[in-house]
């Protein structure tokens, strides 16, 4: 942990350039000057922009250039070499296993995980005319639209949450979904013509979460951090991604999943779908906090077996969660 003086520590962030990044690491900053006076002072913690292979190829589906990593691979390089101290993901974007040497060891309270329905002509997607063009990005949002609505049109949309809100208002696409974790983040949650609820459209794993990355040996960083973190949040955030372990899950792999917390228990709702959203598996576990990992890696274990050896490349479209 660097140090602007004898004894005022600067912890530098690390985090992408959008504008919903840079408002989750401010929030982690915030939170730190609230939790730590030493940290309170102007300049106390610096925020670092790093540009991410993900947010430079803007033309192509993530899967195409090698998958939702991208969004994380040249920060987790700044943090190994020690220029950051931490770093602020969005923790659908951090794939399930980290390079050797760093760990996320703070999540924040969860935001609403729901995705919102964005349009101009529609109140929400079965108001949607047939042959409508729905711009999303990601496959699990694309297979569950399919299912749903077969009839509609769907493009690859990708780019910032402001970027695709103005395709959307000059008339690229008739309907565009977004998370409303992000909106809310960024005080757009009133522009949403709808929210879907998760039965309708089953949220990506850990969607609405913020995931704070720093150094495994980094004592320093983990006591700073050890204030923020979120038990219930973390606790549901590993029941899913240990799902998403078990399904190898990839930027071509329509997975869908939501823990909840309900009293002493949890509530693990998973899902996955063929790319063309032909079919869909779904499950759902119960059980003690103490066993949500263990609930999310048998539910995996159980889709895996109901799918089958090419369940997930049968009419495979291009696409990633974005």
Partial sequence: MSQT??????ITIGTRGSPLALAQAREVRARLASAHRELASDGAIAIEVIKTSGDRFLDRPLADIGGKGLFTKEIEEALLKGSIDIAVH????VPTFLPEGLEISCVLERED???AFFSKSAAGLDDLGPGAIVGTAALRRQAQ???RRPDLEIVVFRGNVQSRLKKLAAGEVDATLLALAGLKRLGLEDKATAILSVDDMLPAVAQGAIGIECRSGDSTAKDYLRPLNHDETALCIGAERALLTVLD?????PIAALCECEG???????LVARPDGSEILRTTREGAKADAVALGEDAGRELLKAAGPGFFTAGDAPGGEA
């Fill in 5 to 10: 003086s004898a004894i005022t520590p600067t």
């Fill in 264 to 270: 002493a228990d949890v509530r693990l709702r998973a």
């Fill in 113 to 115: 995980p729901r995705d």
């Fill in 90 to 93: 969005s923790m659908k974007d």
């Fill in 145 to 147: 639209i399919r299912a």
């Fill in 249 to 253: 899950g990839s930027c071509r792999t």
